[in-house]
């Protein structure tokens, strides 16, 4: 019998939520890990990716990050990671993901739903951001060749007032087993 494949989930509390579904999704076939912790913004991503791919040593990357760069902070005003260092910090990360030669994926940030996002947050998000943070990305990872899992697509698809809880941006149970469909999907040819 051929080992397990190993995945390394990298993502916010958005890919908390689904990486248990992953990993009962392909239990048969890769043992499915997640970074410690919620990975946060791109500079976070940037500054600790080397140390979570050694630690985890995986066959295939699952990646992610932007709702938190998008975080539009309220005072004083400002966006918590600016798109032009969101760009350059994606280049880095990509350029780290083919230096060591790991096999990659890019997810697209989900959307959120701005009047109960602001209800109950100290800061803002705003889906224009989301999808200008989606798009550089799109654009960045395409060069690069990496496959796109469209995560904003599956949501938006399902609609965000049935998937996406109370507090705009989380997803429900059913939203969460969603994403977890799509993202073993998107991983099983690499295994």
């Known amino acids: ?10 993502g916010d509390s958005i890919s908390i939520g689904y990486t248990p579904l992953v990993a009962e ?7 499915t890990l997640h970074n410690p912790g919620n990975g946060g913004d791109s500079d976070n991503v940037l500054q600790n990716l080397p140390g979570w791919l050694a630690e985890a ?15 539009s902070h309220r005072d004083p005003p400002r966006i918590q990671v600016p798109l032009e ?14 230096d060591g030669g790991w096999a990659a994926v890019w997810a697209n940030t989900t959307p959120v739903i701005e009047p109960r996002h602001t209800a109950v947050k100290e800061f803002d998000r705003f889906n224009r951001d989301v999808e200008a943070y989606n798009a550089a990305a799109e654009a960045i990872v395409s060069d690069a060749r990496l496959s796109i899992n469209d995560l904003h697509a599956v949501v938006v698809s399902a609609g965000p007032e049935t998937v996406i809880r109370e507090d705009g941006v989380h997803m429900r149970e059913e ?5 977890a469909r799509a993202v073993a999907d998107c991983l099983r040819p690499f295994l």
């Open 25 to 31: 999704l392909l239990a048969a076939e890769a043992e």
């Open 175 to 179: 939203g969460s087993r969603m994403l």
């Open 57 to 71: 040593s995986p066959d295939v990357v699952h990646l992610n990050c932007g709702l938190h760069d998008v975080k």
């Open 85 to 98: 260092r969101y760009r350059d910090n994606l280049r880095r990360i990509v350029r780290r993901l083919a």
């Open 1 to 10: 019998m051929a080992a397990r494949k190993r995945v390394l989930i990298v």
